[in-house]
């Protein structure tokens, strides 16, 4: 690969597709998932990190707390950020790490980000869905309900394609069966968020 090859590798991983996930496509849910999914965008739980040990939580904390400084200047607001992806990630089943590289590619961490088609926020989540299973008071932009909104989304995805994450990101992104924003977000996930703990 010659070196502008590889430049360009290097900071597509970094920057952000603004908006992809707004090609989302609203499909008809059946009135059990409809009503999981309702049941999940409504927690109000306090964020806590879930670990098993208190160090190992510290440790994900810090190192994620240093790669994401550029980006989030703001040190507690990056705190609560984080514990709140590792939150909402693991209560959904996801590793927060990809959770992390999703919202790099969707929207390089900008709360206020709107696609061209109106998805909004963090993990660019488009309006349709809070009609589908939300309350129409809950703004898209609130951090907390973004990052559940995101995560109960492409857990229902992750659960529609039997666990194939390629298909599921595929279909977060309306892109079903392209390769490219699946390969964006696991590249960003795998070289840019992976945490490996020494215990």
């Known amino acids: 690969m010659g070196v502008q090859a590889w430049v360009f590798v ?36 306090a964020p806590t990190l879930l670990f098993d040990a208190d160090p190992v939580a510290q440790a994900w904390l810090r190192t994620m707390s240093e790669r994401l400084a550029k980006k989030i200047p703001d040190a507690q607001y990056r705190h ?23 919202i790099q590619v969707e929207s390089g961490f900008k709360k206020y980000a709107v696609s061209s088609v109106g998805a909004r926020g963090y993990m660019q989540v488009m309006p349709f869905w809070v009609k589908s299973i939300g309350h129409a008071e809950h703004n898209l932009f609130d951090m907390r309900l973004n990052l559940r909104y995101g995560c109960t989304i492409l857990r229902h995805y992750l659960d529609l394609e039997r666990g194939d994450y390629f298909r599921a ?14 390969n964006l977000v696991v590249g960003a996930w795998r070289n840019h968020w992976h945490f490996a703990s020494a215990n």
């Open 169 to 182: 990101l595929g279909r977060y992104n309306g892109s079903l069966g392209k390769a490219d924003y699946p």
């Open 80 to 102: 609560d950020f984080l514990k709140s992806v590792h939150y909402e990630a693991t209560r959904a089943g996801l590793d927060p790490q990809l959770v992390l590289g999703l």
């Open 10 to 45: 290097c900071i597509s991983l970094w920057l952000p597709i603004i908006g992809s996930a707004g090609q989302q496509k609203e499909e008809p849910l059946a009135n059990s998932v409809r009503a999981l999914m309702q049941k999940s965008v409504s927690d109000v739980a």
